[in-house]
């Protein structure tokens, strides 16, 4: 039993194992723990990087910078029994905030074939190897967090993070209109106190061509092509990395290949992509994914982060309704443009494969709290 309290309810009914044709993971630039350093200094010193961001420290160098891990050969780590810690870790997340959450990062296209391992056992036993280092990030976030709430009283925006959840939860339903998503978008740009059931349908007044626009903003700047290297990867049916590079011309699709060269493939204006409809299925699988962003630390302290960052003038309920809304949209309109390059239907698989090409973005959006 670990000696403190572990929230890992969203990993229920999900599994962990690995493809070797996958090496997604490979593509996020590890960085070293300190107590690493040595061996990769000695071992791999041509193979190392200093990095600046968040902080100051040493990571593996990337193929020609933008590419995989340079010690990824074929697809397999080349010095596997001594990959850095942050390796060992996924498809997990252990986001530490006022307690320890672990997450499952969805991009990982092997968690949804339901083989391997049960994804609690998994993160149960990672969590127990890693109990000292959890510990001592806890006594720091959890005073992080309670000078956050301090402030927010302060200002008087604050809100118990676990009725905005139950609020969604008996709306939950309602996530799949766009014009609820709409209203509710409409509500958090003001900074004003509201709750779900002030999100009227009738009184939706605004224009479905605002709400597309406000969907290709979302998805087109989280996928700027002025940074390549922080750009999402899907990895598709086939392992293929693919690369969605937007600019103000629209979209290109490209495929990085294992040397960390990038091969054209398509081209869309952004008009060419617009909101497709879903299938039955297709809604519920977004419904279910809603559900679980709905539970996951790292989204309230997405939405903390944003009251922090500016200034305490939202109320923590615009701030989390607006997340979870734009995370929505934002994957909506990224379902709609894997449609058009890939031909996807918007059903249950159409959803799914839009879900492996979003995740390890949005786990990856800042948080108050760390990720270990
Ligand atoms: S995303 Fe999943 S299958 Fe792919 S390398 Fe990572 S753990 Fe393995
Ligand atoms: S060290 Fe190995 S496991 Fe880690 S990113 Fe590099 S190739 Fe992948």
């Not at 969805?106 to 074939?113: F, G, T």
């Not at 903003?217 to 598709?236: K, N, R, T």
């Not at 299938?279 to 944003?306: F, K, Q």
């Not at 159409?350 to 108050?368: K, N, V």
Request: some cysteine; overall charge negative; glycine content about 6%.
């Amino acid at each position: 039993m670990p000696r403190f309290d572990v929230e890992m309810s969203t990993l229920r009914g999900w599994s962990s194992d690995c493809d070797e044709r996958c090496g997604l993971c490979c593509l996020c630039q590890p960085e070293l723990l300190p107590e690493e350093a040595p061996y990769f200094r000695r071992y791999h010193s041509k193979s190392l990087v200093r990095k600046s961001r968040p902080h100051k420290h040493l990571a593996l160098a990337l193929k020609k910078g933008r590419g995989s891990c340079v010690l990824l050969q074929d697809r397999r780590c080349s010095d596997y029994g001594n990959r850095p810690h942050f390796c060992r870790m996924f498809p997990f997340h252990f986001h530490v905030g006022e307690r320890l959450s672990v997450e499952l990062d969805l991009s990982c296209r092997v968690a949804w074939e339901g083989g391997g391992v049960p994804a609690e056992e998994e993160a149960a036993r990672l969590v127990e190897k890693n109990e000292d280092r959890i510990e001592e990030t806890l006594r720091l976030s959890r005073s992080v967090y309670q000078e956050f709430r301090a402030n927010c009283e302060a200002a008087g925006v604050w809100a118990e993070p676990e009725e905005l959840r139950e609020q969604v939860r008996g709306h939950i339903r309602s996530f799949k209109d766009l014009r609820f998503l709409g209203q509710l978008m409409l509500l958090a740009n003001d900074d004003l106190d509201f709750s779900l059931d002030e999100v009227d349908l009738r009184q939706a007044d605004f224009d479905l061509e605002e709400l597309e626009d406000a969907a290709r903003e979302a998805a087109l700047s989280s996928m700027d092509s002025s940074d390549p290297v922080g750009l999402p990867v899907y990895c598709g049916p086939d392992w293929s990395w693919n690369l969605y590079m937007s600019s103000p011309e629209g979209v290109e699709w490209k495929i990085l290949d294992d040397d960390g060269d990038l091969q054209h493939r398509g081209f869309a204006s952004a008009e060419q992509v617009g909101l497709l409809p879903l299938t039955p299925e297709g809604e519920e699988e977004l419904l279910r994914y809603v559900s679980i962003l709905n539970e996951r630390d790292s989204i309230m302290g997405n939405a903390c982060h944003l009251v922090d960052m500016y200034g305490y003038a939202d109320h923590l309920s615009n701030a989390y309704f607006g997340v979870i809304a734009v995370a929505v949209i934002d994957l909506l309109w990224r379902a709609s443009m894997l449609s058009h390059f890939h031909g996807y239907e918007m059903d249950r698989e159409g959803m799914r494969e839009a879900i492996i090409f979003y995740d390890m973005d949005r786990l990856d959006a800042p948080t108050i709290g760390a990720f270990i």
